[in-house]
């Protein structure tokens, strides 16, 4: 089945790029138990939150990151309501001063991705993209050869078209 439902991450960097690079995530999590410790869901939920909902990683990501910076000593963790709850330690605030200039620039390009101007008008654009799926998925394998035909040209022109227009925006 067709499922355009997975657009919810942020437009890339670069053109064919992914939002974090491999490792990017760390610098993230550390900046955010800096500002106040948190547990698991807290980080999940507050990169949704600064992404304008565009990104909500996922908690297999965030929990192995979350222990490996225990493990790597830049994080310590204490069970509170069942929960863990992670507070950077003084090695992670060393690492992350640093590596300040690495931790910013991955800031700033996370603020280039997600910024606030536009978030949105980009986000009411991927819920029509999603939408635009759903209906796709639920009409396709019902229409006739030549509607099918007709549904791939306007979806190709479109496509065309939005190339065109972001390849002027963005040279």
């Not at 991705?113 to 819920?127: H, L, Q, R, S, Y």
Request: aromatic share 8%; with cysteine; net charge negative.
């Amino acid at each position: 089945m067709f499922n355009m439902n997975r657009w919810h991450r942020p437009p890339p960097r670069h053109h064919g790029e992914r939002p974090f690079q491999k490792g990017d995530l760390k610098y993230i999590i550390l900046d955010l138990i800096q500002e106040k410790p948190s547990y698991g869901y807290d980080i999940i939920r507050a990169l949704e939150e600064r992404s304008g909902g565009l990104y909500t990683p996922s908690p297999g990501a965030v929990y192995p990151t979350l222990q490996m910076l225990e493990e790597m000593g830049y994080l310590s963790a204490t069970n509170q309501d069942e929960k863990r709850v992670y507070t950077i330690t003084d090695e992670g605030r060393r690492f992350l001063t640093e590596n300040r200039n690495f931790a910013d620039q991955i800031k700033k390009q996370l603020r280039h991705c997600w910024n606030p101007e536009n978030i949105g008008d980009v986000t009411e654009t991927m819920a029509e993209f999603g939408n635009l799926g759903r209906l796709i998925d639920q009409r396709i394998q019902h229409l006739d050869p030549e509607k099918n035909r007709k549904i791939r040209e306007i979806i190709s022109r479109a496509y065309r078209e939005i190339e065109e227009t972001t390849d002027r925006e963005n040279p």
